[in-house]
């Protein structure tokens, strides 16, 4: 059976019964509204019917992903030896010098969230790599735990078995296992979960504090600028710290440089161990598209990697220098997305095709030679969800796949859904949990 195909019965099914359903329905979104799912303040919208993989897609999707990773560990390793090729990059100086700082645990991304465009083995597209910050697996599984004790799933079930992979504690022996091979120091670590008071996923962060107080550990969810250093070490309100899973992504660290002395400095000297280390930024930064497509590092791959990237990573360029690079993606405005180098949540990304020829010609005026790239537009796959509007509808949206990759394997999956092409938290969009049947 294919994903689609156990989609539609389970549509079918509601539709047949509607209002029972929505019943059901309205009893799973108050459960949601007390749940740790809340993102911005608001309980996480979210469709009635998952986001149903069969086993032979999370196995298409583990082997498109760790394929993924093996090309990011090539183009990161040139980085840290080929000074030539760094100047690709555009890293501030500050940056760079932590990118090159030896890897304690010699592992370049312990953590991301690879998204892309899915449909099946052949026919899919990368959207980008998340390798700093990556976030929402508290969202997915906290969501697929509500929905899979639902009466709609428990009366589709028929003999099927559904599976949703759990992200929170995996992450944490994971992130244990780097620890221990950084061979820091004896004893259980002190963990400390970094990230900027303002822009914390806090709801999220409590979960992994949970997570690792459930191993015996100390845990705080702390603000970089409340770390303190001396006598070589870093420490929260008193308490050493060893171990830090840092949430802080890159750009916000160059923004408020200043501010995170205690941690740089930590970081420098080795005084903690960081996971993720700042190598994570070659691939997480969206430049890392358009270097994949540079005709002269070819070098690096087997020709069936350089396949891979010309078929499933969409074509992408520096969007400034040359007059005829802003001309080519003006008059061609339904062809290209615009975005930001280093910013996340689809911050300043424009589509061209959603916007009239003077919104996108002001919109390209402003990031022109302003550190943004120019990509070709994907257009995302679509598949039907049943949506909550004054009761239980069903509606074509189209979807992003997410999937998390820790120390460098596959861990689970993260699905949006919108009508619109920006599938993103900044505009109307839901969670589909994603759930595995066998």
């Known amino acids: 059976m294919k994903g689609e195909y156990i989609n539609n019965s389970f549509i079918e099914m509601v539709l047949r019964e509607k209002d029972y359903y929505e019943k059901d329905y309205l009893n799973i979104a108050e459960k949601v509204k ?12 979210f469709t009635y019917n998952p986001m149903f993989f069969t086993k032979e897609d999370e196995e298409n999707i583990k082997y498109i992903m760790e ?16 000074a030539e090729f760094r100047k690709r990059f555009l890293f501030p100086k500050e940056i760079e010098e932590l990118i090159l700082l030896e890897n304690p645990y010699d592992v370049n991304i312990p953590i991301a969230r690879f998204d892309m465009f899915y449909k099946d083995n052949d026919n899919f597209k990368f959207c980008e790599l998340n390798t700093d910050g990556s976030s929402a697996m508290n969202e997915d599984n906290t969501i697929a735990r509500i929905l899979l004790e639902s009466k709609a799933m428990e009366d589709f079930k028929n003999g099927k078995e559904f599976i949703n992979r759990e992200l929170i504690d995996k992450w944490v022996d994971e992130s244990l296992k780097l620890y221990e091979k950084a061979r820091f120091r004896e004893g259980n670590p002190n963990v400390a979960i970094v990230d900027f008071k303002e822009s914390a996923t806090i709801y999220e962060f409590i979960e ?31 308490t050493r710290i060893d171990l830090i899973y840092r949430r802080i992504v890159t750009f916000e660290l160059i923004e408020k440089f200043s501010e995170a002395e205690a941690f740089i400095k930590a970081y420098k000297n080795k005084s903690v161990v960081t996971i993720g280390s700042l190598r994570s930024q070659v691939a997480h930064n969206k430049i890392f598209f358009k270097v994949l497509h540079d005709e002269d590092i070819r070098y690096l791959f087997e020709d069936e990697e350089i396949d891979f990237i010309k078929k499933h990573i969409p074509y992408t360029g520096i969007f400034g220098g040359e007059k005829r690079v802003f001309n080519e993606v003006l008059v061609n405005k339904d062809k290209y ?64 796949v997410g999937a998390f990759l820790y120390n460098k394997k596959y861990a689970g999956m993260y699905t949006r859904v919108s009508e619109n092409n920006l599938i993103s938290g900044v505009k109307d969009y839901y969670t589909a949990a994603n759930v595995i049947v066998k």
């Open 208 to 238: 992994f504090k949970k997570a690792y107080e459930r191993r015996g550990l100390k845990a705080f969810i702390v603000d970089p600028r409340d770390l303190v250093y001396r006598d070589e070490k870093l420490y929260y309100d008193n």
């Open 67 to 82: 394929y993924m990773m093996k090309i990011c560990d090539k183009v990161t390793y040139e980085y840290i030896k080929n």
């Open 337 to 400: 997305v615009i975005k930001p180098m280093d910013m996340n949540a689809s911050q300043g990304v424009l589509i061209g095709r959603d916007l009239d020829s003077a919104t996108w010609q002001k919109g390209l005026e402003k990031a022109f030679d302003n550190n943004y790239i120019y990509q070709e537009f994907v257009e995302p796959f679509e598949r039907e969800f049943i949506v909550y509007e004054e009761g239980l509808k069903k509606k074509k949206l189209k979807y992003l």
């Open 34 to 45: 007390n749940s740790s799912a809340i993102y911005k303040g608001k309980p996480v919208p």
